[in-house]
């Protein structure tokens, strides 16, 4: 069984690069950050990685996560791993210095998060919830509220969840019925008590960590109907008394965890609130925004499950790139003596060259984001400020639903470059297609994400963001045009023919959204693997012109900028080419998507 190496040379590249290291490291609060401090982040968390989570991911898998009477354990070597990562500050890394952590900008903390996700997407998952659980009450909560749970949340000693699902209440939030009633004592002072069911609770009760912070949605009496009258609380597993010590179990438990596809490492837990008295919460903010403030959280969790399309990919195209090498199979095409490796065999070339351009495409289109979230949150100029969300509003939806099914695509053909081995259980292979079929489903559907796409991100405003992200394809366009040589005009010719298809669908989108919303969302995730497409598509013709005006220069790693711009080509030839065909498919296809009476299916 290979394990994991982090693909540091192309997270360096990106980041520097592409996303604009120097830009970031420029902003308020990011001036001691260098590129040789990330270098030694990343080459430590690659080390980290490589010599503690990726020896766990198969063993994890095998064994799984248990449930007896209330209580869960986790694969053997788990606890301690978590300990090791908790030492290691890996938890801290992008929270702010005043409740411990180390202030690092989201550019940095992405590829680290990468590595945990490609070395052990199970283990990973726990601080995924933990770190969407601090950022809601950074920004949310109290100061009190701060002070008792930040500090340790952000070490990692407790951990964070996020409470919203109910077996009648999936997508539709506003059938929510778990309660949340007010009440006081000498002992907790105001509070409020918490009953009814959640399920589908990732973490909601595991043996890594002492405590764990439930952010859990409730309805308070007399709350309006539907979302509106949704509510946000903090329910410890166990009530921190007012010195920080850690007191009574509180009233809420596991009845039972999830046998699942993937991911068996991970506890996805059924969780009772208030089965006795009813469990003490503590209203974050004010009442009846709770679905408001768990959208903080849920951004969060969006982006970071979009990163986790892009390291299963990675992961099974390093698993699929060694058996290439490895494996004796059927003689070359153009002649040779003898058995040679698949990977000189042009349809397994082909495969890997798949793997490899979407990787590093998603890759890029996420640590772009990354940057522009340092800025949307810390430049000086409020214009700035606000350009910079705009458009990250509008590409995570993108990262999260195109590099998640791309995820699926990537893992399914590692499998296939194997042959009749990837089909059996000890390569390794199949565990991360069934690993990766869970990211398009959490934290939103593809269909959400789509939906979300084109309704509050594109039609709302008129399709401006999308506009101006078509304006920054063609101005890289038009530096393809004057860079030359066949392959970037290969490029350039692709990425134009995908930013027009991508601008086209946008003006149908905003001119039809109104007249036939239907049409528009039958439409939504073809709309939106095209925008991935083409802005993968962006970042690979980008690094591409990188590359080219490296090897002008003298000195550099000549063979590692020579692949990107193959890559890049690879990509313009094979991936940007299908933006012509899901243009049509938005523009023409509504009328096949609702073709049929529901009697008729």
Known sequence: MSEYIAPLRDMKFVIKELAGLKSVAALPGCEDVSADLVDQILEENGRFCSEVLSPLNQSGDVEGSTFSKGEVRTPKGFKEAYRKFVEGGWNALQFPAEYGGQGLPKLVATPVMEMWKSANMSFSLCPLLTTGAIEALLLRGSDEQKRAFLPKMVEGQWTGTMNLT?????????????????????????????????????????????????????????????????????????????????????????????????????????????????????????????????????????????????????RAYQKALEYAKERIQSRDLAGSEASVPIIRHPDVRRMLMSMKAHTEAMRALAYVTAASLDIAHRHPDREERARHKAFVDFMIPVVKGWSTETGIEMTSIGIQVHGGMGFIEETGAAQHLRDARIATIYEGTTGIQANDLVGRKLAREGGATAKAVIEMIRAVEAQLKNAGGEDLAAIRNALSAGATAVAECTDWIVRTYGSDIKAVHAGAVPFLKLVGVVCGGWQMARAALVAQKKLGEAGGDASFYQAKIGTARFYADHVLSQAGGLRDTVLHGARGVMALAEEQF
């Open 166 to 314: 109910e077996s009648q209440a999936g997508t539709d939030l506003a059938l929510l019925k778990c309660r949340a009633v007010p009440a006081t004592s000498p002992e907790l002072g105001p509070h409020y008590r918490i009953s009814g069911q959640k399920i589908f609770i990732t973490y909601g009760e595991h043996d890594m960590a002492e405590n764990i912070v439930h952010l859990v949605l409730a309805r308070t009496p007399g709350a309006p109907e539907g979302v509106k009258g949704i509510s946000l609380f903090i329910v410890p597993k166990f009530i921190v008394n007012r010195d920080g010590s850690l007191g009574a179990r509180n009233d809420v438990q596991c009845s039972s965890i999830e046998h699942k596809l993937g991911i068996h490492a991970s506890p996805t837990a059924v969780m009772l609130f208030g089965e006795k008295d009813g469990a003490v919460g503590y209203l974050v903010g004010e009442e009846n925004r709770g679905l408001e403030y768990m959208f903080i959280m849920m951004n969060a969790a969006r982006f970071a499950v979009g990163l986790e399309g892009v390291a299963i990919s990675e």
